[in-house]
């Protein structure tokens, strides 16, 4: 249990395009998700944080017009990033929090990679 | 600000030794912290996590020890297996509801 996915898990795309990412959680309802950016050999750096029904709240630094959130149910958000430019290219990770009566873990999806040309 | 980090950037090991990775961490307001393994290409995958009112968490082949004294976590990997190659993150949260920060990650190498 507690899988959670991405689409795509790959995306190559030309500078000033936008590129939507899915993020699911397949067997169980997430209220909260999280956007991470991980560059190569770096940690995980939060963007933003999604909440079912209401806007998301990012991280000092991101854009929130330029990664637009949307977390229409309780098992998916999406994350798009628009007019994207090659030094968006990055290693995108959503992560759904899952609850277990007090305790609540965070699941990661595998990541999409965007290489933004 | 506060922060959590690694002593080592990179941890190599024979294979069937025990592996011990450090974790340092500042806010001594958090109370919950994670074990995940990231492998080339994929998300993190979550190993085990501890609370502040415990000092050690055994899981399969994986033991974390949290010593809120001087502020350090480590995760110890029993009889590595190559498979336990992967970058290790620790992470750290102050409370309920509250974001995860991790650590810079340590790369962990197995030699057959």
């Known amino acids: 249990g507690a899988v959670v996915s991405q689409h795509p898990s790959w995306v190559i795309c030309k500078s000033g395009t936008s590129v939507k990412i899915e993020c699911r959680s397949l067997?169980?309802?997430?209220?909260?998700m999280f956007w991470y950016r991980q560059f190569p050999k770096q940690s995980l750096m939060l963007m933003a944080t999604?909440?079912?029904?209401?806007?998301?709240?990012?991280e000092q630094g991101v854009e929130k017009d330029k990664f637009l959130i949307n977390h229409a149910s309780l098992t998916l958000s999406t994350l798009t990033v628009t007019s994207a430019h090659p030094e968006d290219s990055s290693f995108y990770i959503c992560?759904?929090?899952?609850?277990?009566?007090?305790?609540?873990?965070?699941?990661f999806g595998p990541g999409t990679r965007l290489l933004v040309l | 600000g506060e922060s959590v980090g690694l002593h080592l950037p990179t941890l190599s090991v024979q294979e069937g030794d025990n592996s011990i990775i450090n974790c340092a961490y500042s806010?001594?307001?958090?109370?919950?912290f994670i074990w995940y393994k990231q492998e080339s290409g994929k998300g993190p995958q979550f190993i085990i996590d501890?609370?502040?009112?415990?000092d050690k968490r055994q899981g399969q082949r994986v033991t974390v020890l949290l010593n809120k004294t001087v502020k350090h976590l480590s995760l110890q990997i029993a009889a590595t297996q190559p498979g336990d190659s992967a970058v290790y993150f620790c992470?750290?949260?102050?409370?309920?509801?509250?974001?995860?920060?991790f650590g810079k990650g340590i790369t962990l190498s197995v030699r057959p």
């Open positions: 992560s759904a929090r899952l609850m277990r009566g007090a305790q609540e873990t965070q699941y």
């Open positions: 067997d169980f309802q997430a209220t909260t």
């Open positions: 999604s909440n079912e029904g209401s806007k998301a709240t990012y």
């Open positions: 806010n001594s307001a958090s109370d919950y």
């Open positions: 501890i609370r502040s009112n415990m």
């Open positions: 992470a750290e949260q102050p409370g309920a509801n509250s974001k995860l920060t």
